[in-house]
């Protein structure tokens, strides 16, 4: 059986009592005939919510969230060493990796008291 197909005994209709939209094989929901109800959003939501990712998906969705945020902190860092100057060794490595990790901070900082 492959990964979103559903046996034909775990199927339901959605119009029975204590059926789910897992349950029914939902797949999706077409708001233009959509009457605005909440059982919509609901069915909505249950289907954004019973999506299976794999621990390799998640590492991916993950690095690829990271990567914007990281390369921003790198140039960041490279681009403001006043304050890693005096720095030798360990601090060094340190400061860098602080203003990699906390660009966000610095610019608003930065910005407020220069």
């Known amino acids: 059986m492959h990964r979103g197909e559903k046996r034909a005994a775990d ?3 959605l119009g029975e009592i204590g059926c789910d939209a897992t349950k029914a094989g939902y ?8 009457d605005g ?7 909505l939501v249950r289907r954004v919510l019973e999506f299976e990712m794999t ?16 390369l921003v902190g790198l140039v960041w ?8 100057v005096a720095a030798h060794g360990i601090g ?15 610019l608003l900082s930065n910005a407020c008291f220069s």
């Open 37 to 43: 109800t909440a059982t919509d959003l609901t069915v």
């Open 55 to 70: 621990i390799a998906e998640w590492i991916g969705t993950a690095l690829m969230l990271a990567a914007p945020y990281v």
């Open 11 to 13: 199927r339901c209709d």
């Open 92 to 106: 060094w490595i340190l400061l860098f990796l602080r203003a990699v990790i906390a660009w966000p901070v610095l």
């Open 77 to 84: 860092a490279l681009t403001h060493p006043a304050d890693r």
């Open 27 to 34: 797949r999706g929901v077409n708001m233009s005939e959509s």
